[in-house]
């Protein structure tokens, strides 16, 4: 079994002023990212786009419990003919004792996906990550159904693994683990060429890879070139875009056209979220570390689609100065796209907040 193609949104958490979990936003928050199943192919919950790794572990298991509910609920409701979404899990947390917690909870909530970063466990030495998967993860997924998806991301690396990417070795020696199916790489353009390289093997191949860094997706004839991808298809299995949280059909609609390689649609949309980027304010390398998860998590306040923009501690937030202008330039930079016609972006989300309004539908 392989994590679904195509889309995946790793969706922002829903906090009030105090740090606690807004459930009924959260709920909201999904049912924005399925679109009625016009959205995305999966939902990531308890990501880094999710704080997980600013909130508390109890904080983490009611996420989790509200997520994959609500998926479930909305999975019921869909339409005949549309697939349902798939339900992918955070299990990292600071240390082995609590990663393990989290596996386990998302076993018994029968979660499909459980995303898990090696490098980013305070007590777990690189030198004993394949011991730990071989005497605590593999035997517990032995008896689920859960799959596991390997998380690359040097932003939150824990201390003795600073600023490191995941050796192509190790995911390599993972990758033929029982259970274990694909890597979500947040990488740079280069980190992520080397492991095309090595993992980009087609949509279907066993072990597959995810573009974590979303725009690269609009270069991923390039990067294939580059790193001797013979492949005249997208290799690739999909693309996990935290800026989708916001505009989930467009970013499907995005990743249908870097699969059709329809070069008109590629360099609107890369133009359109370069654009959204910019406008959430001071983006880091790979957007985290900067205001992109408040600019998200704004911008969907001013939709409609949550009550709060609050962020975890530790997340950089948005002044009152700074939502005022990205309020009034996400405005226009939504009136003024001319999205391409085949978009269906101009229905209303599930709370009945007209998203956008587009007159080439």
Do not use: C
């Not at 499907?252 to 590629?266: F, P, S, Y």
């Amino acid at each position: 079994m392989s994590p679904k193609k195509g889309l995946n949104i790793p969706i922002v958490t829903a906090l009030d002023e105090a740090g606690n979990l807004i459930e009924a936003d959260q709920r909201n928050i999904v049912r924005h990212g399925i679109q009625q199943g016009h959205g995305a192919d999966s939902l990531f919950v308890a990501g880094t786009t999710g704080e997980y790794n600013r909130l508390s572990q109890p904080q983490i298991r009611r996420l989790l419990e509200v997520g994959v509910d609500e998926i479930k609920k909305v999975n019921q409701t869909l339409a005949e003919g549309i697939a349902p979404v798939e339900t992918w899990v955070g299990i990292t947390a600071p240390t082995k004792a609590e990663s393990i917690e989290l596996l386990e909870l998302a076993i018994d909530l029968k979660a499909e996906v459980g995303v898990f970063a090696p490098y980013a466990i305070d007590d777990l030495p690189s030198s004993e990550v394949i011991q730990f998967f071989e005497r605590e993860i593999s035997p517990r997924l032995a008896a689920s159904s859960l799959i596991v998806g390997l998380y690359d991301n040097p932003d939150i690396a824990a201390a003795h693994n600073a600023n490191l990417n995941v050796p192509n070795e190790l995911i390599a020696a993972l990758g033929q683990m029982p259970s274990v199916v694909g890597l979500k790489a947040s990488a740079n353009r280069q980190a992520f060429g080397n492991y095309a390289k090595s993992f980009a093997k087609g949509m279907d191949a066993p072990f597959t890879l995810y573009a974590g860094n979303a725009n690269l997706i609009f270069d991923i004839d390039e990067i294939q070139r580059e790193n001797g991808i013979e492949n005249a298809e997208v290799a690739i299995a999909g693309v996990v875009s935290g800026p989708a949280n916001v505009f989930p059909r467009e970013w499907k609609q995005a990743w249908e056209a870097v699969v059709a390689h329809d070069r008109e649609q590629i360099n609107f949309y890369q133009k359109f979220f370069e654009d959204f980027v910019r406008l959430t304010g001071f983006p880091g390398a790979n957007g985290y570390g900067s205001k992109l998860i408040g600019g998200i998590k704004q911008a969907m306040l001013h939709l409609g689609i949550i009550g709060s923009a609050a962020v975890a501690p530790g997340t950089p937030a948005f002044t009152a100065d700074e939502a005022e202008i990205l309020n009034e330039n996400l405005t226009k930079l939504m009136n003024d796209a001319q999205f391409p016609a085949k978009i269906t972006a101009g229905e209303t989300s599930e709370n009945q907040q007209t998203i956008r309004t587009i007159s080439n539908i």
